[in-house]
């Protein structure tokens, strides 16, 4: 029962090395999501994805990009990672965009930009 | 835009004693409201949900009630004990099709005394 999994959980990138961070559901959900949390900030989206195909802009997108591979998987890339992209980042799944459907969080990914 | 105030911590409080977190909101149409809880190491899990007026969403000893006149989703519970030391986040996804997922309060740190 892994529900989402996200790898790696701990990274320390140098400034301005690329990566990807990779992101699986095995709910078969539509919907996924990707948020950093920062110390004081709560979490707040990066980007998300309604359904396979689509994906759009949250709320701190830039410095991000992102790919919804097919149903499962959902990865996030720093292309020059910043110090300012130290955080805690967790992909969501839920199993269709809306009010009355909860999300399932991953582990979460520790990264260290120096 | 949407914005959810949620008490900041950390909040102590000594075993079998009543907690309150507070937390109110504001959203465009008809949010629903939900509170997270994400224990060290881990990934948030939805503890309790609410999607309309006056709905009382409850789990584990915890309750929330959706006030809309006052626009709050306080959780409650009576008597607290040591595992459940935890971060609590409030949230909401807004009305209509709220696909671009949740909106989060900055979390509230319970600490939890024998």
């Known amino acids: 029962n892994a529900g989402v999994t996200q790898t790696p959980k701990f990274q320390v990138l140098k400034t301005g090395q690329s990566m990807t961070l990779q992101c699986a559901q095995d709910?078969?959900?539509?919907?996924m999501y990707w948020y950093r949390q920062d110390p004081g900030m709560g979490l707040r989206l990066i980007y998300y994805?309604?359904?396979?195909?689509?994906?759009d802009k949250g709320e701190v997108p830039n410095g991000y990009n992102v790919s919804r591979l097919n149903k499962r998987e959902f990865s996030l890339r720093l292309e020059s990672a910043a110090p300012s992209q130290t955080s805690v980042y967790f992909c969501?799944?839920?199993?269709?965009?809306?009010?009355?459907?909860?999300?399932?969080f991953g582990q979460g990914t520790r990264l260290t930009v120096v | 835009g949407n914005s959810v105030t949620q008490m900041e911590g950390p909040v102590t409080l000594s075993e079998e004693a009543f907690l309150t977190i507070n937390c109110t909101y504001t959203?465009?149409?008809?949010?629903?409201l939900f509170w997270y809880v994400q224990y060290p190491g881990e990934g948030l899990q939805l503890l309790l949900k609410?999607?309309?007026?006056?709905d009382k969403g409850s789990n584990k000893g915890f309750e929330a009630t959706y006030r809309k006149e006052t626009t709050s989703f306080h959780l409650e519970k009576g008597s607290v004990q040591v595992s459940d030391s935890a971060v609590y986040f409030c949230?909401?996804?807004?009305?209509?099709?709220?696909?671009?997922?949740?909106?989060f309060g900055k979390g509230t740190h319970l600490i939890i005394q024998p």
């Open positions: 969501a799944s839920s199993v269709r965009p809306g009010q009355n459907t909860e999300a399932f």
């Open positions: 709910m078969n959900h539509n919907s």
């Open positions: 994805s309604a359904s396979e195909g689509t994906t």
């Open positions: 959203a465009t149409g008809y949010p629903s």
């Open positions: 609410a999607t309309k007026a006056d």
């Open positions: 949230a909401l996804i807004r009305g209509r099709g709220g696909a671009d997922g949740l909106t």
